[in-house]
């Protein structure tokens, strides 16, 4: 019952709750009393269990959406951390949905907002060392996997860096970006590395600078073409400082820093992904086609000494 005194507390900043799918307090959760709880951001990690042997997808989210349906809370940013191995494109799908589909709470302080109102969200997805994902396939979301996300009209932060987003297209980064227009903070992919390449290209960039003005932060996976679009007609956004690039794979460097250096006039920073990311692939890779972090990193450091070169002409 602990979390039913959270309630007593009206001037929460921050709340942070762990999930250990299969206890018994989860199970029981629709017993425990209706008391509304508010906080300016809440953070739910979820955790394995050390008495199963497994991880399993059928575990993992609905506890988390046995928490959230069960129990009225309302915030402002909503931070969720869960094992990748919990994790499948179906099942966060499946929350994406429920968690957007979920009924407001009837409160009249406007202060601490409904789900369908957050301001941030953020799902992160860590690795465990002690398991393996034999099929990357299956954390790849669809081309339209982010369309639940839509009807989250207010936020201004979407940070999905561990999801699989490879599949993302252009027209799914318009649909985005025309459906949540304040975003000041985009991050969709960036910090795993994947063996599927991306599907969105350099003129996906521009559709989200057009229709979310106010970006100061942007990471996503893209192809380093314009197809038949032009530069000059592309947009331009002057806060964004550093891009976040993933493991996009780069190519035609004159191209990739004219677009940059007119799209984007004062980036100082191009970031891949991190390091440790490679580290559950082991020995196992086989795909060749991918340069090596290394060589990746060096390449765009390059492209980015020449959008700098550009944008001073």
């Not at 959230?68 to 994406?96: D, K």
């Not at 993302?168 to 649909?175: G, Q």
């Not at 949540?180 to 989200?208: D, F, H, K, M, N």
């Not at 996503?220 to 000059?232: A, N, Q, R, T, V």
Request: aromatic residues 8%; negative net charge; charged residues 15%.
């Amino acid at each position: 019952m602990a979390i039913t005194s959270l309630a007593c507390l009206h001037q929460l900043t921050s709340l942070t709750l762990v999930i250990i799918p299969g206890l018994s307090i989860m199970k029981e959760s629709n017993t425990i009393p209706d008391h509304h709880i508010r906080t300016q951001v809440l953070n739910i990690h979820v955790e394995s269990n050390s008495l199963t042997e497994s991880i399993s997808v059928n575990t993992g989210f609905p506890a988390l959406l046995s928490l959230l349906s069960n129990h009225p809370i309302t915030c402002q940013g909503l931070s969720i951390n869960i094992h990748q191995e919990y994790c499948s494109a179906n099942v966060i799908l499946h929350f994406f949905n429920t968690l957007t589909s979920l009924a407001p709470i009837n409160d009249d302080d406007d202060e601490f907002l409904a789900w369908e109102n957050l301001a941030a969200f953020r799902l992160q997805m860590p690795w465990d060392k002690n398991f393996f994902i034999l099929d990357e396939e299956s954390i790849q979301i669809p081309r339209n996997g982010l369309a639940a996300l839509h009807r989250l009209v207010y936020l201004t932060a979407l940070e999905l860096e561990d999801l699989g987003t490879c599949r993302i297209d252009d027209d799914a980064l318009r649909n985005l970006a025309l459906s949540l227009p304040y975003l000041q903070c985009l991050l969709l992919g960036t910090r795993q590395l994947w063996e599927e390449p991306p599907r969105a290209t350099l003129w996906g960039i521009s559709l989200v600078l057009h229709y979310c003005p106010h970006l100061e932060t942007l990471g996503l996976l893209f192809y380093c073409s314009l197809g038949h679009h032009k530069i000059e007609y592309a947009d331009t956004n002057n806060l964004i400082t550093t891009l976040q690039v993933g493991f996009s794979p780069p190519h035609s460097s004159f191209t990739v820093a004219a677009f940059l250096a007119h799209s984007l006039p004062n980036l100082d920073s191009i970031m891949v992904e991190p390091e440790e990311s490679h580290r559950k692939y082991g020995h196992s890779r086989t795909d060749l086609t991918l340069p090596d972090r290394d060589i990746r990193i060096q390449e765009w450091s390059r492209i980015l000494d020449l959008t700098t070169e550009f944008a001073d002409i």
